[in-house]
């Protein structure tokens, strides 16, 4: 279907509330023209609409600037719903729950480590289990799962994985309090139990780089960025197994839900069930479980990382400064407070492909990041760049402190096969002087740099519409993906 896309400024568009039917509130996205029409290429604003027509959403239904076609949601999709008459839909958060990014800074330059980058690289994939199905060393009990996902980041480090004091510089401290694993199914539980500290496969990575441009000196300091050619690391991954199983099992819960409580949807993808119900609380209490598996994933990657760089480097980690910066969720849905029509209200607000990003001030903020605003982590692809940013006061006005999550496809993963095949990538990549391990050649060609959107027009919207403002950037100098 056409919509009619108003023009409200160079960098916000609206598809009005009196478009489609059903409509309770505008469809509003922040793009620039290149953006926006990328998005007019497949059924992103279709799922734009879709979203305003769920009962119980505020202020208007956003699709961020990295926006493209998802399950239910577009991926790049924010929604916050009245806690009192709205919903939570599993399609408004997706399938990897807690799908995030952890950002760890060093004092290492890059001179210090580029003699040695092979052989880091090399470490880092045989330490840290890579692809689709693999499987972790650890193996946990369903008892100690559920101790693990009810204590989250805190029971990695009780178990020695990580420092104490990490968790200080995660959202939500590395824990949803919420999370319940007596309602997550056995199935889930089995999958979970065998993939804490796996990477995965499609578009997540573990990368290290080097700062290439700071563009906010004084707040990149208090992030532990001091320079250019600083050397950092990103890694990229979710819940795997155990979020998948979690959101199949609740979006077949929510299809019989939305029957039960005569809630009329546009498209099916978007079942589910009025905040307050049994449902909804079962399905919020689970994903919590997932968010906090997430979170101790990406945690227990870090722990091998600082392993790595001991090992080939021969000094202990924390003499290199191997610091978590932070590390944050893309893919959740939350209670929140926020300013609606002059008001405070509480909201579910449902990022799918988003960054919560919080302006200064914030309780929900570790105390030493408290004066400059949430670190939002927008990362790139295997051959561009990623983008630490800081959240703002004005994004949780207009966005409901929500920002782009990465670069977002434009071509499909097939699409990318027939375009490009895996020796063209790796030589491409290897004259920019990135260095590529992965798991099969079908991943990089479906990760191919050129199969997504310019993450520099990404972040420019974000910091020009003040979403969420530019602090570093940095470049690939060795990549592992699964």
Not at 198 to 226: M, P, Y
Request: proline share 4%; hydrophobic share 35%.
């Amino acid at each position: 279907m056409t919509y009619t896309v108003e023009k409200i400024s160079n960098l916000i568009w609206e598809v009005p509330k009196n478009s489609v039917p059903g409509m309770k509130v505008p469809a509003r996205i922040y793009a620039d023209e290149d953006l926006l029409s990328a998005m007019k290429e497949d059924a992103t604003l279709t799922q734009a609409v879709n979203l305003t027509q769920l009962p119980g959403l505020q202020k208007y239904g956003i699709t961020l600037p990295d926006g493209h076609q998802g399950y239910g949601f577009p991926i790049g999709g924010v929604a916050a719903f009245d806690i009192d008459e709205g919903i939570i839909t599993p399609g408004g958060v997706g399938y990897d729950i807690n799908c995030g990014v952890l950002l760890m800074r060093s004092d290492l330059k890059y001179k210090d480590i580029k003699p040695k980058i092979d052989e880091l690289i090399d470490r880092i994939f045989n330490t840290v289990p890579c692809g689709v199905g693999v499987g972790s060393k650890i193996r946990l009990s369903n008892q100690e799962l559920d101790r693990a996902v009810t204590g989250g980041v805190s029971w990695a480090i009780s178990k020695g994985y990580g420092w104490s004091g990490d968790e200080k510089h995660m959202e939500e401290s590395g824990c949803m309090k919420e999370a319940n694993p007596d309602v997550v199914s056995g199935r889930a539980k089995s999958r979970g139990s065998s993939q804490l500290g796996t990477l995965g496969a499609g578009n997540h990575f573990l990368e290290v780089a080097r700062v290439q441009e700071i563009f906010d000196s004084k707040v990149a300091k208090v992030f532990g960025i001091t320079e250019p050619d600083q050397v950092v690391c990103w890694i990229h991954t979710g819940s795997r197994g155990y979020g998948h199983q979690i959101a199949t099992d609740y979006i077949r819960v929510m299809e019989r839900a939305t029957s039960k409580y005569k809630i009329s949807l546009p498209d099916r993808e978007l079942a589910c069930a009025p905040i307050k119900s049994r449902e909804a609380e079962d399905y919020y209490q689970a994903m919590a479980c997932a968010v906090n598996w997430a979170f101790i994933n990406r945690h227990v990657i870090l722990h091998q990382v600082r392993q790595a760089f001991e090992q080939t480097f021969n000094q202990k980690a924390d003499r290199m400064g191997l610091d978590l910066v932070y590390s944050m969720t893309h893919n959740t849905a939350k209670r929140e407070e926020h300013i609606i029509d002059g008001k405070r209200k509480m909201t579910v607000v449902h990022r799918k492909g988003a960054s919560r990003a919080f302006g200064p001030g914030r309780d929900d903020l570790p105390d030493d990041y408290k004066s400059t605003g949430q670190p939002v982590l927008l990362v790139g692809t295997m051959g561009t760049a990623s983008y630490l940013l800081k959240g703002t006061e004005k994004g949780e006005e207009i966005s409901f402190a929500s920002t782009a999550h990465g670069a977002g496809r434009v071509l499909s993963r097939a699409g990318a096969r027939r375009a490009w095949t895996a020796n063209e990538i790796i030589a491409d990549l290897k004259k920019k002087g990135i260095v590529i391990r992965a798991a099969s050649g079908r991943v990089v060609e479906e990760e191919s740099p050129d199969s997504y959107k310019d993450i520099h027009k990404v972040a420019d919207v974000s910091h020009r519409l003040g979403l969420a403002e530019k602090v570093m950037m940095s470049v690939p100098v060795a990549v592992a993906k699964g």
